[in-house]
């Protein structure tokens, strides 16, 4: 099972965590919340992944959708955090080439705030 | 050590399968690559199936079955679908923009990447896909 976690939302950023597996069965539990709580808010979101533990084709559909939404509205998405399998799934498929993926929270925060 | 189940093509049988196949390596002690590797290879190719191997929506039974050898799983399914080998998906290439990069179509890319070759032979009127996750 799969859980989208709100650490902050406020004019500047949506922070998210997500737990659990990206599966078919997660995907199906978190493609609502996850959109609400970044395409639908209009801001940068950085999605902290250190808790997912497993990444599936339908996974990185799913991240890949809401980049496209977020950036359609000039807001950017960075994925952090990414445990080692998880990160081999993001470069395999190629998805690193086109959605910032950073180590530390901090290193998110850099790329999406505007100073 | 073996394991083998028969699932209906539907998602929600695959999701269980996914849960007895974890019990079955855990309890076998699978280190937790390999099992990340068969579950990938499962979701995959089994989901695969069930979307786009069947030209009607009637039941079709798939076969999945786990051998635990030495030093490999051996991990095979099969199915009464259309004949589809899998190893003929191309790679994913890499997009030139966030506006092009793919949001599916990406599965088979990864099982091959990361649970290794798949052997794929057509018996009578079923496909039979072979793979050994190293461990």
Redesign the interface.
């Known amino acids: 099972m799969a859980e989208v976690r709100t650490i902050a939302a406020t004019d500047e950023i949506s922070h998210i965590r997500l737990v659990g597996r990206l599966?078919?069965?997660g995907v199906g539990t978190i493609e609502i919340p996850l959109t609400a709580a970044t395409v639908a808010r209009k801001r940068p979101a950085i999605v902290d992944m250190s808790g997912v533990d497993?990444l599936?084709?339908?996974g990185?559909?799913l991240l890949?959708?809401c980049?496209?939404s977020l950036?359609r509205s000039g807001a950017r998405l960075v994925l952090f955090g990414c445990q080692p399998?998880v990160q081999?799934?993001l470069e395999?498929?190629?998805?690193h080439?086109?959605?910032p993926i950073v180590e530390s929270e901090a290193a998110a925060f850099e790329l999406v705030v505007v100073k | 050590m073996t394991f083998s189940l028969s699932i209906h093509n539907t998602l929600a049988a695959l999701a269980e399968a996914q849960k007895f196949v974890e019990t079955f390596l855990s309890g076998h002690g699978v280190p937790f690559e390999a099992a990340y590797a068969v579950r990938l290879s499962l979701e995959e190719l089994v989901s695969n199936i069930i979307r786009h191997g069947y030209d009607d929506r009637e039941p079709h039974e798939i076969g999945i079955c786990l051998e635990i050898l030495p030093v490999v799983i051996e991990l095979m399914i099969d199915d009464d679908g259309r004949p589809f080998d899998p190893n003929s998906a191309e790679p994913v290439p890499v997009p030139a923009s966030l506006e092009e990069a793919p949001t599916g179509g990406m599965g088979l890319s990864l099982v091959r990447t990361i649970a290794g070759p798949m052997e794929y032979q057509r018996l009578g009127n079923r496909n039979q896909v072979k793979l050994q996750i190293a461990f």
């Open positions: 599966d078919i069965e497993f599936g084709s339908i990185i559909g890949v959708r980049a496209i950036q399998l081999k799934s395999i498929t190629k998805i080439a086109v959605v």
